[in-house]
């Protein structure tokens, strides 16, 4: 399986599909979920609900780490759900396609919802900003602004991705 393929099967297995209780709970606070399939294993750790961060970290069979993602964002205002905001979120995150594999697909709507992530970079180093926006009949107010960053560790030749309907092939170098 490509790596990007991976990336997509594990992000809608986290926290896109189950949220908070699906995963794991440690000592220092953090929640961590796990998936190991096709010859990789993603690990995702992150801490706090409001604001929260995290990181995303991929290694393959032998254990190597081979590609990462950190991210941080916080729902505003304060009176804002962030329980209602972090639900679209992980709707917007299980929309995510090989086009946008980082964290969601570009734009989602649903009732006074609008989710945006824009995306720079291919999978060998990357960034991005996410954006909800509540409508309501008296204001509009960003709820939330997750930013996200990440590389990929060791670049294999037969890794082929798509961002934006632009072919990138991954350089032949590893990144030692």
Known sequence: MALIDFIIKAKISGYASGGEGQERKFDDGSLRFELMADGYRYLERYYGFNPFAGTE???DVNDSLIWIMNYYGEALPA???PKKI???LREAMSSITPAYPFRGSGKLEKDN???ENIQNGTLDSFHGVESIILSTNIAV???ILPA???FY???KASDSIHLKNVPYVVQKE???
């Open 79 to 81: 009176h804002s759900d």
């Open 141 to 143: 107010f960003m709820v």
């Open 174 to 176: 590893r990144l030692d």
């Open 148 to 150: 996200y960053w990440g």
């Open 113 to 115: 919802l609008q989710y």
């Open 153 to 155: 560790h060791q670049a």
């Open 57 to 59: 970290y991929i290694y």
């Open 86 to 88: 972090y639900s679209f």
